[in-house]
């Protein structure tokens, strides 16, 4: 089955830039694409990066998205990280069916 | 704009039953598949299933088939996902997401307890 791997959490200081990966353990997720989602507490999850590393309306222009074939990873990075970016981040892409397979989600702390 | 609405929290008992709207808005219905996603409390994110909109086909989860049925109402641009013979792990968080991903509905809580 297609799996995404993610860390657990991550941590880092307000100003600051972090990176959140994403691995797949079979596939090309680069053909596939791959999507992010931010979930803060207690509401639903927002898109912050379509495939083809595509800024949604309204996310700023802190967030960028980069695969690596080589390691069949994607990577999503928050710069000038602020405390309003705290929140879990998941990655999401496609099987070889289409269907939507979702990472476990990392927790990013701004501290 | 565009908007994914679903109706409100559910308690149900064990072995029953469950149905779930979500009425979109501020699109043409019918362009797009309606995703079916769910979180049980303090987990992640899991795929249940898809369902066309404008022909209603739909595809679910292996782990979903045969107790999951998604459905649709293009009249009142609203898809439907019943879940059947609801169990204590069911209890989660059901969300409805435009296919794409890039629109949301608020989440449906459902907690199944005796």
């Known amino acids: 089955n297609f799996m995404l791997t993610q860390p657990h959490s991550v941590s880092e200081s307000p100003g600051k830039t972090v990176t959140i990966s994403c691995t797949g353990n079979?596939?090309?997720?680069?053909?596939?694409?791959v999507q992010w989602h931010q979930q803060r507490p207690g509401s639903a999850p927002t898109i912050v990066m379509s495939?083809?590393?595509?800024?949604p309306s309204g996310v700023p222009n802190r967030f960028s998205g980069t695969i690596d074939s080589s390691s069949n990873s994607a990577f999503l990075t928050i710069s000038g990280l602020r405390t309003e970016d705290e929140a879990d981040y998941y990655c999401?892409?496609?099987?070889?069916?289409?269907?939507?397979?979702f990472g476990g989600g990392t927790k990013l702390t701004v501290l | 704009q565009v908007q994914l609405v679903q109706s409100g929290a559910e308690v149900q008992k064990p072995g029953a039953s469950v149905r779930i709207s979500c009425k979109a808005s501020?699109?043409?219905?019918?362009?797009?598949?309606i995703h079916w996603v769910r979180q049980a409390p303090g987990q992640g994110l899991e795929w249940l299933g898809c369902?066309?909109?404008?022909?209603?086909?739909?595809e679910y989860a292996q782990k979903f088939q045969g107790w999951v049925t998604m459905t649709r109402d293009t009249s009142i641009s609203t898809a439907y996902m019943e879940v059947k013979r609801l169990r204590s792990d069911d209890t989660a968080v059901y969300y409805c997401?435009?296919?794409?991903?890039?629109?949301w509905g608020q989440g449906t809580l459902v907690t199944v307890s005796s």
């Open positions: 501020g699109y043409t219905f019918t362009s797009y598949y």
């Open positions: 495939e083809d590393n595509l800024r």
């Open positions: 079979s596939g090309n997720i680069a053909r596939s694409g």
């Open positions: 369902i066309n909109s404008k022909s209603g086909g739909a």
């Open positions: 997401a435009r296919g794409g991903a890039d629109f």
């Open positions: 999401q892409s496609f099987d070889s069916s289409d269907q939507w397979v």
